[in-house]
């Protein structure tokens, strides 16, 4: 079964500091996608990054960048110099394609406090 | 463009009840989802549909039915509401059914208490 733990249950820091999330997954497919959302206090989750199996390039847009590694099955998210604004939860996600449908598996989610 | 719209905001629901979760959404995707989020639990799937006129079972559909007659709307029935149904739930929905890469799109969510 496919499964997304984000051990990370709160974390809190102070505006400025650079913070990682982590999100480590568990999948027997070859091909699969992993998803952060991110939900802040109003309650939507907005979409931030997509990223496929066979594409290991880190990504950056803007302070957010994610490191994909498949060798240790992990696709974490660092904020660079943080903000309050980027106080909300984060959610790691797995897509899970069984039986011609896409599921998405979700992590518990970690919930970030920026400070000011 | 409103993308997916879900009624009510929230609903306050005695125990015994039958009550309708309604989704819709206007981009014309094929797919569509209910999840629930529990604190400390994430969101968990409870129902799926690829493609109007089918559905599917998710993680957590007991207690939960759903029906897809046309693309845009995929309403969540709880046939007789019970505590443990107290939650928020989304709505979301994608373009494509399989594939593993659709962003899912998500509603505003729906906050149910169940007494």
């Known amino acids: 079964a496919q499964k997304v733990t984000q051990a990370q249950t709160e974390i809190s820091v102070v505006e400025k500091e650079d913070v990682t999330l982590d999100c480590v997954y568990e999948t027997r497919d070859t091909t699969y996608y992993l998803f952060w959302y991110k939900q802040p206090p109003s309650g939507e989750l907005v979409f931030l990054i997509r990223r496929n199996s066979f594409d290991e390039q880190n990504e950056i847009s803007g302070r957010y960048s994610w490191n994909f590694q498949k060798s240790t099955s992990s696709f974490n998210f660092t904020i660079t110099a943080s903000q309050v604004v980027d106080s909300a939860v984060y959610f790691c996600a797995l897509s899970e394609a069984e039986g011609g449908s896409e599921k998405l598996v979700f992590g518990k989610g970690t919930k970030l406090t920026v400070n000011p | 463009i409103a993308g997916i719209t879900q009624a009510p905001t929230s609903q306050i629901l005695a125990a015994g009840r039958r009550m309708t979760l309604r989704c819709t959404q206007d981009?014309?995707?094929?797919?569509m989802y209910w999840y629930r989020q529990d604190l400390g639990l994430g969101l968990r799937l409870i129902h799926y549909?690829?493609?109007?006129?089918?559905?599917g079972k998710g993680e957590v559909p007991d207690g939960y039915s759903v029906s897809r007659a046309n693309t845009d709307d995929f309403p969540l029935t709880l046939a007789s509401a019970v505590p443990s149904q107290t939650s928020v739930y989304f709505c979301a929905s994608s373009e494509v059914a399989s594939g593993g890469d659709n962003e899912q799109f998500f509603g505003p969510g729906t906050r149910l208490t169940v007494l």
């Open positions: 981009m014309r995707h094929n797919a």
């Open positions: 549909s690829n493609t109007a006129g089918t559905t």
